[in-house]
T-cell receptor, first 113, second 117 residues
Protein backbone atom coordinates (compact mmCIF):
# COMPACT_ATOMS: atom_id res chain seq x y z
CA UNK A 1 0.00 0.00 0.00
CA UNK A 2 1.10 3.55 -0.65
CA UNK A 3 1.27 6.38 1.87
CA UNK A 4 2.31 10.02 1.92
CA UNK A 5 3.75 11.95 4.84
CA UNK A 6 3.98 15.70 4.94
CA UNK A 7 6.38 16.40 7.72
CA UNK A 8 5.19 19.88 8.67
CA UNK A 9 1.55 20.73 9.36
CA UNK A 10 2.23 24.48 9.48
CA UNK A 11 5.04 26.56 8.01
CA UNK A 12 5.10 30.28 8.88
CA UNK A 13 7.52 32.37 6.83
CA UNK A 14 8.15 36.02 6.10
CA UNK A 15 7.54 37.49 2.66
CA UNK A 16 10.48 37.15 0.23
CA UNK A 17 12.06 34.40 2.34
CA UNK A 18 12.74 30.93 0.88
CA UNK A 19 10.53 28.00 1.85
CA UNK A 20 10.62 24.21 1.64
CA UNK A 21 7.58 22.01 2.22
CA UNK A 22 8.59 18.43 2.81
CA UNK A 23 6.92 15.32 1.41
CA UNK A 24 7.94 11.70 1.75
CA UNK A 25 6.12 8.75 0.27
CA UNK A 26 6.10 5.01 0.64
CA UNK A 27 5.45 2.67 -2.25
CA UNK A 28 6.74 -0.67 -3.51
CA UNK A 29 5.90 0.22 -7.11
CA UNK A 30 6.53 3.18 -9.39
CA UNK A 31 4.41 6.24 -8.72
CA UNK A 32 3.51 9.58 -10.18
CA UNK A 33 3.91 12.53 -7.79
CA UNK A 34 1.91 15.72 -7.51
CA UNK A 35 1.64 18.92 -5.51
CA UNK A 36 -1.77 20.57 -5.26
CA UNK A 37 -2.62 23.93 -3.67
CA UNK A 38 -5.90 24.75 -1.95
CA UNK A 39 -7.05 28.26 -1.15
CA UNK A 40 -9.75 28.75 1.52
CA UNK A 41 -13.16 27.33 0.56
CA UNK A 42 -11.91 26.24 -2.84
CA UNK A 43 -11.05 22.97 -4.54
CA UNK A 44 -7.54 21.76 -5.29
CA UNK A 45 -5.45 23.27 -8.05
CA UNK A 46 -2.58 21.33 -9.60
CA UNK A 47 0.69 23.08 -8.86
CA UNK A 48 3.18 20.70 -10.44
CA UNK A 49 3.73 17.05 -11.27
CA UNK A 50 6.42 14.45 -11.77
CA UNK A 51 5.46 11.78 -14.28
CA UNK A 52 8.82 10.85 -15.81
CA UNK A 53 12.00 12.39 -17.19
CA UNK A 54 13.82 15.20 -15.38
CA UNK A 55 13.59 14.83 -11.63
CA UNK A 56 13.32 18.61 -11.16
CA UNK A 57 9.93 20.01 -12.09
CA UNK A 58 8.85 23.63 -12.04
CA UNK A 59 5.58 25.55 -11.91
CA UNK A 60 4.76 28.80 -13.65
CA UNK A 61 4.67 30.76 -10.39
CA UNK A 62 8.18 29.97 -9.17
CA UNK A 63 7.69 26.74 -7.20
CA UNK A 64 9.84 23.71 -7.94
CA UNK A 65 10.01 20.16 -6.63
CA UNK A 66 12.63 17.47 -6.97
CA UNK A 67 11.88 13.76 -7.15
CA UNK A 68 14.43 11.83 -5.12
CA UNK A 69 13.86 8.12 -5.61
CA UNK A 70 16.50 6.95 -3.14
CA UNK A 71 15.04 9.09 -0.36
CA UNK A 72 11.44 8.63 -1.56
CA UNK A 73 10.90 12.36 -1.32
CA UNK A 74 9.28 15.09 -3.40
CA UNK A 75 9.94 18.31 -1.49
CA UNK A 76 8.44 21.59 -2.72
CA UNK A 77 10.58 24.74 -2.72
CA UNK A 78 10.32 28.38 -3.61
CA UNK A 79 13.26 30.80 -3.32
CA UNK A 80 11.13 33.84 -2.47
CA UNK A 81 7.51 33.64 -1.30
CA UNK A 82 4.72 36.19 -1.66
CA UNK A 83 1.73 36.94 0.54
CA UNK A 84 -0.46 35.40 -2.17
CA UNK A 85 1.27 32.01 -1.67
CA UNK A 86 -0.57 31.64 1.65
CA UNK A 87 -2.60 28.45 1.25
CA UNK A 88 -2.74 24.73 2.09
CA UNK A 89 -0.40 22.54 0.06
CA UNK A 90 -0.99 18.84 -0.51
CA UNK A 91 1.45 16.26 -1.77
CA UNK A 92 -0.08 13.24 -3.53
CA UNK A 93 0.99 10.00 -5.19
CA UNK A 94 -0.66 7.86 -7.80
CA UNK A 95 0.32 4.33 -8.67
CA UNK A 96 1.14 4.32 -12.36
CA UNK A 97 -1.58 1.88 -13.38
CA UNK A 98 -4.07 2.85 -10.74
CA UNK A 99 -6.74 5.52 -10.56
CA UNK A 100 -6.84 7.12 -7.14
CA UNK A 101 -4.61 9.77 -5.64
CA UNK A 102 -3.30 9.26 -2.12
CA UNK A 103 -2.79 12.55 -0.31
CA UNK A 104 -0.71 13.68 2.60
CA UNK A 105 -2.35 15.57 5.44
CA UNK A 106 -1.34 18.94 4.04
CA UNK A 107 0.97 21.78 5.01
CA UNK A 108 -0.45 25.18 5.80
CA UNK A 109 1.90 27.84 4.42
CA UNK A 110 1.41 31.21 6.07
CA UNK A 111 3.36 34.11 4.55
CA UNK A 112 3.67 37.16 6.80
CA UNK A 113 4.60 40.67 5.71
CA UNK B 1 -13.95 24.17 -21.35
CA UNK B 2 -15.45 25.21 -18.01
CA UNK B 3 -13.61 22.74 -15.80
CA UNK B 4 -15.14 20.39 -13.24
CA UNK B 5 -18.45 21.68 -11.89
CA UNK B 6 -20.06 20.61 -8.61
CA UNK B 7 -23.54 21.37 -7.34
CA UNK B 8 -24.53 22.49 -4.78
CA UNK B 9 -21.58 24.33 -3.27
CA UNK B 10 -23.05 24.11 0.20
CA UNK B 11 -25.62 21.81 1.74
CA UNK B 12 -27.01 21.94 5.26
CA UNK B 13 -29.18 19.04 6.32
CA UNK B 14 -30.57 17.43 9.42
CA UNK B 15 -29.35 14.10 10.66
CA UNK B 16 -31.24 11.25 9.07
CA UNK B 17 -32.04 13.06 5.82
CA UNK B 18 -30.81 11.95 2.39
CA UNK B 19 -28.64 14.22 0.26
CA UNK B 20 -27.44 14.04 -3.34
CA UNK B 21 -24.55 15.86 -4.95
CA UNK B 22 -23.82 16.28 -8.63
CA UNK B 23 -20.52 16.49 -10.50
CA UNK B 24 -20.03 17.46 -14.14
CA UNK B 25 -16.51 16.54 -15.33
CA UNK B 26 -14.43 18.17 -18.04
CA UNK B 27 -16.24 17.14 -21.21
CA UNK B 28 -13.62 14.89 -22.82
CA UNK B 29 -12.58 13.17 -19.56
CA UNK B 30 -13.66 9.56 -19.22
CA UNK B 31 -12.59 9.11 -15.58
CA UNK B 32 -14.42 10.67 -12.66
CA UNK B 33 -13.39 10.50 -9.01
CA UNK B 34 -15.01 11.32 -5.66
CA UNK B 35 -13.01 12.28 -2.58
CA UNK B 36 -13.96 13.39 0.93
CA UNK B 37 -12.01 15.99 2.87
CA UNK B 38 -12.54 16.69 6.56
CA UNK B 39 -11.20 19.76 8.34
CA UNK B 40 -7.44 19.80 8.57
CA UNK B 41 -6.97 16.62 6.56
CA UNK B 42 -6.02 15.71 3.04
CA UNK B 43 -8.66 14.40 0.65
CA UNK B 44 -9.51 10.71 0.99
CA UNK B 45 -10.50 8.62 -2.00
CA UNK B 46 -14.07 7.32 -2.12
CA UNK B 47 -14.66 5.88 -5.58
CA UNK B 48 -13.98 6.32 -9.26
CA UNK B 49 -15.57 5.61 -12.63
CA UNK B 50 -14.21 4.98 -16.06
CA UNK B 51 -17.05 5.91 -18.36
CA UNK B 52 -20.12 4.43 -16.65
CA UNK B 53 -18.27 1.60 -14.89
CA UNK B 54 -17.44 2.00 -11.21
CA UNK B 55 -13.93 0.55 -11.05
CA UNK B 56 -12.95 1.01 -7.40
CA UNK B 57 -14.67 1.76 -4.10
CA UNK B 58 -12.97 2.66 -0.84
CA UNK B 59 -13.86 1.01 2.45
CA UNK B 60 -14.87 4.53 3.49
CA UNK B 61 -17.86 4.19 1.19
CA UNK B 62 -20.33 2.61 3.58
CA UNK B 63 -23.67 1.10 2.57
CA UNK B 64 -25.27 4.51 3.07
CA UNK B 65 -23.21 5.96 0.21
CA UNK B 66 -23.91 5.30 -3.44
CA UNK B 67 -22.42 6.83 -6.54
CA UNK B 68 -23.60 6.59 -10.12
CA UNK B 69 -22.49 7.72 -13.53
CA UNK B 70 -25.30 6.38 -15.70
CA UNK B 71 -24.31 7.75 -19.10
CA UNK B 72 -20.60 8.16 -18.55
CA UNK B 73 -20.91 11.93 -18.25
CA UNK B 74 -22.08 13.53 -14.98
CA UNK B 75 -22.07 11.66 -11.69
CA UNK B 76 -24.15 11.76 -8.53
CA UNK B 77 -23.14 10.88 -4.98
CA UNK B 78 -25.99 10.09 -2.61
CA UNK B 79 -25.74 9.77 1.15
CA UNK B 80 -28.70 8.15 2.87
CA UNK B 81 -29.63 8.66 6.53
CA UNK B 82 -26.91 11.26 7.04
CA UNK B 83 -24.93 11.31 10.26
CA UNK B 84 -22.98 14.15 11.84
CA UNK B 85 -19.77 12.34 10.94
CA UNK B 86 -20.64 12.79 7.26
CA UNK B 87 -19.99 16.52 7.56
CA UNK B 88 -17.12 17.21 5.17
CA UNK B 89 -16.14 18.69 1.83
CA UNK B 90 -16.95 16.31 -1.01
CA UNK B 91 -14.62 16.80 -3.96
CA UNK B 92 -15.01 15.58 -7.49
CA UNK B 93 -12.18 15.27 -9.99
CA UNK B 94 -11.87 14.11 -13.59
CA UNK B 95 -9.09 12.93 -15.86
CA UNK B 96 -8.34 11.15 -19.07
CA UNK B 97 -7.76 7.46 -18.46
CA UNK B 98 -5.25 5.12 -20.09
CA UNK B 99 -1.56 5.20 -20.88
CA UNK B 100 0.42 8.33 -21.52
CA UNK B 101 1.69 11.14 -19.34
CA UNK B 102 -1.15 13.55 -20.02
CA UNK B 103 -3.67 10.96 -18.95
CA UNK B 104 -2.85 10.82 -15.28
CA UNK B 105 -3.66 14.33 -14.17
CA UNK B 106 -6.77 14.86 -12.07
CA UNK B 107 -8.54 18.21 -12.15
CA UNK B 108 -10.74 19.09 -9.20
CA UNK B 109 -13.99 20.91 -8.79
CA UNK B 110 -14.63 23.48 -6.05
CA UNK B 111 -16.37 20.88 -3.89
CA UNK B 112 -19.66 20.55 -2.02
CA UNK B 113 -19.50 21.36 1.67
CA UNK B 114 -21.95 19.25 3.66
CA UNK B 115 -23.00 20.19 7.17
CA UNK B 116 -25.14 17.68 9.06
CA UNK B 117 -26.91 19.19 12.07
Amino acid sequence: AQSVTQLDSQVPVFEEAPVELRCNYSSSVSVYLFWYVQYPNQGLQLLLKYLSGSTLVESINGFEAEFNKSQTSFHLRKPSVHISDTAEYFCAVKVNQGGKLIFGQGTELSVKP
Amino acid sequence: DTGVSQDPRHKITKRGQNVTFRCDPISEHNRLYWYRQTLGQGPEFLTYFQNEAQLEKSRLLSDRFSAERPKGSFSTLEIQRTEQGDSAMYLCASSLGGQGMGKNIQYFGAGTRLSVL
